[in-house]
């Protein structure tokens, strides 16, 4: 019998709504043994951990080439995946509000509707989505959010009003309230009154808040320039606060735990100001989140818990090249907001121990909406996937967890706004529209900054050979050219009989109709 390969092997679709996977059978009973012996004798189920920071690189950590090489040792990250799983083809969205929002519906924003992220107080988020932590507070564990936000402002998007149990964090982005206060970056505005008065009275808070299930969020305290620079401080304490009551409790949880950094405009935190080699502030706000890393796994062991963890962790996006160099580190080509590997390729490292192999290393493609229904297989809690709506993610499980696990997904799907992009088989991507990364009306090479190209033909670019997407190699491998037809008719089609959704998309006036 032949090795398996994604390209040459077919998947299995289980239901109308279900993305087709492959299916190991082997490694699905080794993970399901190994499930088995984890619940054997204990009163709690497994916890979970997903800590997702905001814009930093495939490439920053260490253990992915960068760390001590540009400028930012990153040990506990590189500790983690020494003791755990290192994904190398994880697949984020290409920006902040389109990768959370997969994140916790487990669906492409094409369905879950936000395109792009919601700004300023935009009304509009994930309201009317079915969420993780939605699903696991309704099977009896305790969701916690803490830190970023930003997948809706509206009180019916906030995290309390969609699944969690406590949320304390901010409800947008970062620089959205901090550049208007920087008179480096708007001087216009800080040395004016008048529009000091017209930003203060655009419809967003400019506070982190504390808010409880089906309650109001109460402000905590308005995000100046040095509180932000306190936020991760801050958030990390409210964490491992959680972490140490939740050890006394009788219910498993969910912490969803976001930084703020290392998004722009950073502002390190001053046991972290110039610390860093290469003394930057994105440097040295990545000397803080690696500190928060380490904190985090040692309330966890402190507390007896890191054996019943699954630590998941990740970054929302690739590097804001526009912003550099307040900016993350990729090999690829182009940055955030991009479907070109730079903007969507983000680090992905599993923990669990006992459980995951120490020491894995894959390149199976593992995408942000496999997230959701692969934490619900783990809690045990499959049949509660909702199918009155399709869900793009594929259970994951039995790829994370068996110690020879292979990737249960044969295709990532690429989307730049409204745009199917492309998609990847294997080391294989078809590209049929990008973000032109030469734009010379920009002085950034950067995703947002591109202008949309739609190929005349499509393109093939082969990420092993070609990790930059330079060189075109469709002609000379024509052969590949229905496997990705194939994949791609699939995945369209699926919208015939689930429509799109759009919440927020490039027009701001329908933007407005979904106020609540
Ligand atoms: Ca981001």
């Known amino acids: 019998m032949p090795s398996f390969d994604p390209i040459a092997s077919q998947t299995v679709r289980a239901a109308p709504h279900l993305e087709p996977g492959f299916v190991h059978a082997d490694q699905v009973e080794a993970a399901r043994r190994k499930l088995a012996a984890h619940r054997d004798g204990r009163k709690k189920r497994l916890n979970f951990l997903v800590l997702l920071m905001d814009d930093v690189g495939w490439g920053d950590f260490g253990c992915y080439g960068g760390g001590v090489a540009v400028g930012a040792p990153t040990p506990n990250f590189d500790k983690l995946a020494r003791n755990g799983l290192q994904l190398t083809s994880c697949y984020s969205e290409p920006s902040c509000s389109p990768s959370r929002a997969t994140l916790l519906t487990g669906r492409v924003p094409n369905r879950h ?12 988020g994930l309201q009317g989505e079915v969420t993780l932590p939605q699903l696991l507070s309704d ?57 000091t008065e017209w930003i203060k009275n655009m419809p967003f808070n400019r506070c982190f808040v504390h808010a409880r299930k089906g309650g109001q969020a109460e402000n905590v305290e308005e995000v100046t320039i040095p509180v932000l620079s306190l936020l991760d401080e801050k958030w990390c304490q409210y964490s491992e606060a959680f972490i140490e009551r939740m050890a006394g409790e009788d219910q498993p949880w969910l912490l969803y735990h976001c930084t703020r950094g290392a998004h722009f405009d950073n502002y390190p935190h001053e046991k972290y100001l110039g610390q860093s080699p290469a003394r930057h502030p994105y440097k040295d706000t990545m000397l803080e989140l690696d500190a928060i890393m380490g904190r985090l796994v040692d309330s966890l062991r402190r507390t007896g818990q890191l054996e019943d963890t699954l630590i998941l962790v990740s970054s929302d996006n690739g590097p804001h090249m526009e912003t550099w160099p307040d900016s993350a580190f990729t090999p690829f080509r182009c940055a955030k907001g991009s479907t070109w590997e730079g903007g969507v390729r983000v680090p992905g490292l599993v923990m669990w121990p006992g459980v995951i192999e120490a020491g894995r290393q894959s390149d199976g493609l593992f995408d942000f909406n496999d997230i959701l229904p692969t934490l619900l297989a783990m809690a045990g809690e499959s049949a509660r996937l909702p199918s009155d709506r399709y869900i793009d993610g594929i259970d994951q499980t039995s790829f994370l967890l068996a110690d020879d696990g292979l990737s249960n997904r044969k295709y990532h799907y690429y989307w730049l706004v409204k745009n199917f992009s492309g998609l990847r088989c294997g080391e294989y991507k078809m590209m049929l529209t990008a973000t032109s990364d030469d734009d010379s009306g920009s002085a950034g090479p950067g995703g947002f900054t591109g202008v949309l190209e739609r190929f005349t033909y499509a393109r093939l670019y082969n990420l092993y050979l070609d990790p930059k997407e330079t060189h075109n190699y469709m002609t000379r491998k024509l052969a590949y050219v229905e496997a990705f037809q194939h994949g791609m008719r699939d995945h369209l089609g699926t ?22």
């Open 139 to 195: 099977a009896g564990y305790f969701t916690q959010a803490v830190g970023k936000w930003h997948v809706g402002e509206n009180e019916a998007s906030q995290a309390q009003n969609v699944g969690f149990d406590d949320f304390y964090g901010f409800l947008s982005v970062s620089d959205m309230y901090s550049e208007w206060r920087d008179p480096q970056f708007f001087p216009e505005i800080v040395y004016s009154a008048a529009r």
């Open 495 to 516: 919208f015939r009989r689930y429509p799109p959704k759009t919440v927020m998309g490039l027009d701001v006036s329908r933007a407005q109709q979904q106020k609540s």
């Open 113 to 124: 509707g936000l395109h792009r992220p919601p700004m300023y107080g935009e009304p509009g």
